[in-house]
């Protein structure tokens, strides 16, 4: 009849909350005394009650045993299920007075009202963060205890969060149902496609507050204000660079020792980081997602891309003070300047001809080596430049980007629309 009545005779002496049962009471009291009677023997964390014993060995066997008739999701309590069937049903009978959003709770409501009047009673200990949610802070807690109870049953990583352990399954199953709608590429998690789309739409939120250059990730950020704070505590003992993190010093030590150990399948050619092939790998599948908005050209990567769209706004920041041409690229005026002073330092030892580049060296000897990378996967014809295999694969795929603006010819190289335009020059 106590529920009805709503009388609740057993009040705990510590903090003034009263209960309907002696047992709900003795239950509470442990929040107090820190007693948790109800071990796993699995993992080895205590709990105050067997319900909440019964609930978190649900995670070590993997049993989801309650699913939504609607959607299709997953729980592990029937209390769960029933809150989220509240989302196909509608029925959220507790208003928000302030922004009139709806909870099927009433104690779900008084925890969102928090937000509305800042109040956080639950406060971390160790750093003093508070939350406004005891679930939150209990989460919290497992940064400072190291504590990792979610393990992965294929490789063994444990994580601090139950939705960590799921995004991580993701690895195992191959799952990937976040897909891209401009280059067809798909993830394993929102916030990776989200960071990926930034790629594509030129998003660059993370700005340098010391010299202004702008990010798509704040992670990329970080590393970068390395270069502004000059905390850099890992040197390397051979050229003196020094860098934020270990990971990045093993890295760069790879330059020195020549260590390449990621080798192309293609083509054979190895570099020292995992980035750089899935780079170059585009080069031979032919993937360019990165797609021009002005013109019909498309790239393999970003930069490429960023770099090209200076042609467009006519953008030629760096000007040669020796003639006065200017360039939209630092690396193109640099380049530009070895024609002036005569600076050839690399040459070739096959037929002694120079070069001011190492990279414009190490394509000309191709021509001596007879090395031919860029493989058509049509008809297996080889080239020496990517350059050459663009055009060539439009052969195969019928596309004719270039077209005449007097008639309605197109070609499939800007060369033969150039040799084409002599016909209309010569009428006029």
Same mark, same amino acid.
């Given at each position: 009849?106590?529920?009805?009545?709503?009388?609740?005779?057993?009040?705990?002496?510590?903090?003034?909350?009263?209960?309907?049962?002696?047992?709900?009471?003795?239950?509470?009291?442990?929040?107090?005394?820190?007693?948790?009677?109800?071990?796993?023997?699995?993992?080895?964390?205590?709990?105050?009650?067997?319900?909440?014993?019964?609930?978190?060995?649900?995670?070590?066997?993997?049993?989801?045993?309650?699913?939504?008739?609607?959607?299709?999701?997953?729980?592990?309590?029937?209390?769960?299920?029933?809150?989220?069937?509240?989302?196909?049903?509608?029925?959220?009978?507790?208003?928000?007075?302030?922004?009139?959003?709806?909870?099927?709770?009433?104690?779900?409501?008084?925890?969102?009202?928090?937000?509305?009047?800042?109040?956080?009673?639950?406060?971390?200990?160790?750093?003093?963060?508070?939350?406004?949610?005891?679930?939150?802070?209990?989460?919290?807690?497992?940064?400072?205890?190291?504590?990792?109870?979610?393990?992965?049953?294929?490789? /063994?990583?444990?994580?601090?969060?139950?939705?960590?352990?799921?995004?991580?399954?993701?690895?195992?199953?191959?799952?990937?149902?976040?897909?891209?709608?401009?280059?067809?590429?798909?993830?394993?998690?929102?916030?990776?496609?989200?960071?990926?789309?930034?790629?594509?739409?030129?998003?660059?939120?993370?700005?340098?507050?010391?010299?202004?250059?702008?990010?798509?990730?704040?992670?990329?950020?970080?590393?970068?204000?390395?270069?502004?704070?000059?905390?850099?505590?890992?040197?390397?003992?051979?050229?003196?660079?020094?860098?934020?993190?270990?990971?990045?010093?093993?890295?760069?030590?790879?330059?020195?020792?020549?260590?390449?150990?990621?080798?192309?399948?293609?083509?054979?050619?190895?570099?020292?980081?995992?980035?750089?092939?899935?780079?170059?790998?585009?080069?031979?599948?032919?993937?360019?997602?990165?797609?021009?908005?002005?013109?019909?050209?498309?790239?393999?990567?970003?930069?490429?891309?960023?770099?090209?769209?200076?042609?467009?706004?006519?953008?030629?920041?760096?000007?040669?003070?020796?003639?006065?041409?200017?360039?939209?690229?630092?690396?193109?005026?640099?380049?530009?300047?070895?024609?002036?002073? /005569?600076?050839?330092?690399?040459?070739?030892?096959?037929? /002694?001809?120079?070069?001011?580049?190492?990279?414009?060296?190490?394509?000309?000897?191709?021509?001596?080596?007879?090395?031919?990378?860029?493989?058509?996967?049509?008809?297996?014809?080889?080239?020496?430049?990517?350059?050459?295999?663009?055009?060539?694969?439009?052969?195969?795929? /019928?596309?004719?980007?270039?077209?005449?603006?007097?008639?309605?010819?197109?070609?499939?190289?800007?060369?033969?629309?150039?040799?084409?335009?002599?016909?209309?020059?010569?009428?006029?």
């Amino acid at each position: 009849m106590r529920v009805h009545s709503g009388e609740r005779p057993y009040k705990c002496t510590s903090c003034g909350k009263s209960f309907r049962r002696p047992d709900n009471l003795k239950t509470h009291m442990r929040i107090h005394s820190g007693e948790c009677p109800y071990k796993c023997k699995v993992c080895g964390k205590a709990f105050r009650a067997w319900a909440s014993l019964r609930s978190h060995l649900i995670i070590h066997n993997g049993e989801w045993a309650y699913k939504c008739s609607s959607c299709g999701k997953s729980f592990n309590q029937s209390s769960t299920l029933k809150t989220h069937m509240a989302i196909h049903n509608g029925e959220l009978p507790h208003k928000c007075t302030n922004c009139g959003k709806s909870f099927y709770r009433p104690s779900t409501l008084k925890q969102h009202m928090m937000i509305h009047n800042g109040e956080r009673p639950y406060k971390c200990t160790s750093c003093g963060k508070s939350f406004n949610l005891a679930s939150s802070h209990k989460t919290h807690m497992r940064i400072h205890s190291g504590e990792c109870p979610y393990k992965c049953t294929n490789c /063994g990583k444990s994580f601090n969060h139950s939705c960590h352990l799921k995004r991580h399954m993701a690895v195992h199953n191959g799952e990937r149902p976040y897909k891209c709608t401009n280059c067809g590429k798909s993830f394993n998690h929102s916030s990776n496609l989200k960071r990926h789309m930034a790629n594509h739409n030129g998003e660059r939120r993370h700005k340098c507050t010391s010299c202004g250059k702008s990010f798509n990730q704040s992670s990329t950020l970080k590393t970068h204000m390395e270069i502004h704070n000059g905390d850099l505590p890992h040197k390397c003992t051979n050229c003196g660079k020094s860098f934020y993190r270990p990971s990045s010093l093993k890295q760069h030590m790879m330059i020195h020792n020549g260590e390449r150990p990621y080798k192309c399948a293609n083509c054979g050619k190895s570099f020292n980081r995992p980035s750089t092939l899935k780079q170059h790998m585009k080069i031979h599948n032919g993937e360019r997602p990165y797609k021009c908005t002005s013109c019909v050209k498309s790239f393999n990567l970003p930069c490429t891309l960023k770099s090209h769209m200076i042609i467009h706004n006519d953008e030629r920041r760096y000007k040669c003070t020796s003639c006065g041409k200017s360039f939209n690229d630092s690396s193109h005026l640099k380049r530009h300047m070895a024609i002036h002073n /005569g600076e050839r330092l690399h040459k070739c030892t096959n037929c /002694g001809k120079s070069f001011n580049e190492p990279s414009s060296l190490k394509l000309h000897m191709r021509i001596h080596n007879g090395e031919c990378p860029y493989e058509c996967s049509i008809c297996r014809k080889s080239f020496n430049w990517p350059s050459s295999l663009t055009p060539h694969m439009r052969i195969h795929n /019928g596309e004719r980007p270039f077209k005449c603006t007097v008639c309605v010819k197109s070609f499939n190289q800007s060369s033969h629309l150039k040799r084409h335009m002599i016909i209309h020059n010569g009428r006029s």
